[in-house]
């Protein structure tokens, strides 16, 4: 097969929600549907379960589990679908913002009842800063929730999209009778029996047919009528092209608990999904059908087993092959490696593989030459852009608790950073170290694996910071100096050396940017 085939065959996405709105349950039944798992609850979540003993252990435990359904692949009618896992915990929101620049498009899962939470709203909001496709599936239709359109009205509003439903419930809750589907003109019926069973759907081309009301009874087959002549009066026709540039966003409705509607979701997404696109570098755009390999970190998992210092990496291939034993380049550290053992992930198990393709992801074992973000080539120097960090919601200083385990605490901080743990500031003026996380977990995360795999111990102080602002260097040097010498006290260095100024309110941020107009500050480590 040509590398052009393959490439038109992989589909590599994520699925994202708030927590609870059933992203677990819907990876399960694609999977199910994929031919890769026999039975429902074969796929771990590995989400922090509520009442657990204590969140930061159960991290620990998750963190096992989240190896394995890192990357869930399959084949369906002859596509390889990679689903790449996120988080759904909110203190790892830095985590699924990271997986996002390894995604061609993304499944938002919504629950009916619900409607659009918060966590659903920022994730989404960096799909769109993207313009990465998004399709959305409205779930728990087995249950009272709100009115379809209600929700679709609410959908575009906050969530700042332009819909187009694909396919319409009939009923919901007690009298949900099935979904219509309007993409492939058939109607699915819920019935109690169909309930964990893959069901087979009838095909109706034309709603107006008398014999819709045998199936749903005429009140339901009226109401069905009236709401799809709403829908095509309301909504803009699906248009594929308008969905691949990220200005369309198709609707589905079903039930992931019951198996419903789960199939239509699934066969539409393998014939509109994004095939692996090409990626901006801070040289030039580079496609995947390019002879030559090149891929990027996106993720690290560190210390599996604390005996061993194991890291994975995970690199998503964005163009040429991927082969094992082949010498590539690490353009940061301007070193060739070799790896002996990439893995693939195929359903929840990973295998060593002798070549992967642009769109797939390779798990590469790793001695602590890899950072998030890190790009590998053929020998071309170039760097994918796009892995940025975000300002943290919470700031503390980071003490050494052990005098006698400084080396183990700074080597501990270091490699943590390097997983994305968290972001790591130096202050200007007197070198403290401060910690920003995202969440308040990520502290007592940052704590427990420090003792328990580096041996060091430490303490944290609170450090009143609204935001962390990267700070762009302006040509007004007069201004420039002038900022940097009256904000001395708020100013610190990223891990990568950046400027950041810590805002320790909204007011000071204004006052700031106003008395500074030529100085931008930017809430993102990367800016165009
Ligand atoms: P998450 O990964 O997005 O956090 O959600 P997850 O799939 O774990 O689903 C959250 C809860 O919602 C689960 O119940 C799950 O069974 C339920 N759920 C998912 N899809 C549907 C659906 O279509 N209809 C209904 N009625 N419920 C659904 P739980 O009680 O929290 O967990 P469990 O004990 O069932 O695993």
Redesign the pocket.
């Known amino acids: 097969m040509s590398i052009q085939d393959e490439i038109a065959k992989r589909r590599t996405f994520g699925i994202i929600?708030h927590?609870?709105?059933?992203?677990?349950?819907l990876t399960e039944k694609l999977l199910l549907f994929g031919g890769a798992i026999q039975e429902a609850g074969a796929v771990k979540?590995n989400?922090i379960k509520k009442g657990a003993t204590s969140d930061f252990m159960e991290i620990e435990r998750q963190r096992g589990i989240s190896v394995a359904t890192s990357v869930l692949a399959f084949i369906y009618k002859d596509k390889k679908i990679n689903i790449l896992d996120t988080p759904?915990h909110k203190d790892f929101a830095e985590d699924t913002f990271r997986t996002l620049t390894a995604v061609d498009s993304v499944i938002v899962?919504i629950d009916v009842a619900k409607g659009v939470e918060t966590q659903t709203e920022k994730l989404v909001e960096v799909c769109r800063m993207r313009n990465i496709p998004i399709i959305v599936f409205i779930?728990?239709m087995?249950?009272e929730g709100k009115d379809a359109f209600d929700l679709l009205d609410e959908v575009e509003q906050k969530l700042g999209l332009r819909i187009t439903p694909l396919s319409f419930p009939i009923g919901m809750g007690y009298n949900f009778k099935g979904i219509y589907n309007i993409w492939d003109k058939n109607i699915n019926l819920f019935t109690e029996e169909s309930k964990q069973y893959i069901t087979e759907s009838v095909a109706f081309d034309d709603v107006n047919n008398p014999e819709l009301e045998t199936y749903i009874g005429t009140e339901a087959a009226k109401t069905l009528r009236e709401e799809l002549e709403l829908v095509h009066e309301v909504y803009p026709k699906f248009n594929q092209e308008e969905y691949l540039a990220g200005e369309l966003q198709p609707v589905f409705f079903g039930?992931?608990?019951?198996n419903f509607g789960v199939r239509e979701l699934l066969d539409c997404f393998v014939d509109i999904a994004p095939i692996p696109q090409p990626k901006q570098s801070d040289k030039r755009l580079v496609r995947p059908e390019e002879d030559k390999f090149t891929g990027f970190v996106f993720k690290i998992h560190a210390n599996m087993d604390p005996r061993h210092r194991d890291r994975l990496a995970f690199i998503k291939v964005v163009s040429g092959i991927f082969k094992r034993n082949k010498p590539y380049l690490h353009v940061k550290n301007n070193k060739k490696l070799k790896f002996s053992s990439p893995n693939a992930f195929f359903a929840a198990k990973k295998e060593i593989v002798d070549e992967s393709f642009p769109g797939d992801i390779v798990g590469l074992h790793d001695t602590g030459n890899f950072k998030i973000g890190d790009t590998l080539t053929e020998g071309e120097v170039l760097n994918y852009k796009g892995v940025p960090s975000f300002s943290p919601e919470h700031f503390r200083y980071i003490n050494n608790a052990d005098p006698l385990k400084s080396k183990q605490l700074h080597k501990g901080i270091d490699q943590l950073m390097d997983e994305g743990v968290a972001q790591l500031f130096t202050l200007e003026m007197n070198g403290r170290k401060v910690i920003g996380t995202v969440g308040a977990l990520q502290y007592e995360v940052i704590q427990y694996r420090l003792e328990h795999e580096y041996g060091a111990k430490c303490s944290y102080e609170n450090l009143n910071v609204y935001k962390a602002c990267w700070v762009e260097a302006t040509d007004n040097k007069e201004e420039f100096k002038e900022f940097k010498r009256v904000k001395q006290k708020f100013l610190a260095k990223d891990k990568h050396g950046k400027l950041v100024f810590f805002a320790d309110s909204m007011f000071s941020l204004q006052m700031t940017q106003q008395k500074y107009p030529s100085v931008k500050l930017h809430f993102v480590s990367e800016w165009e």
Request: hydrophobic share 20%.
């Open positions: 929600s927590p609870d709105a059933g992203k677990t349950t979540s989400k759904g899962v779930n728990k087995d249950r039930s992931a608990l019951n």
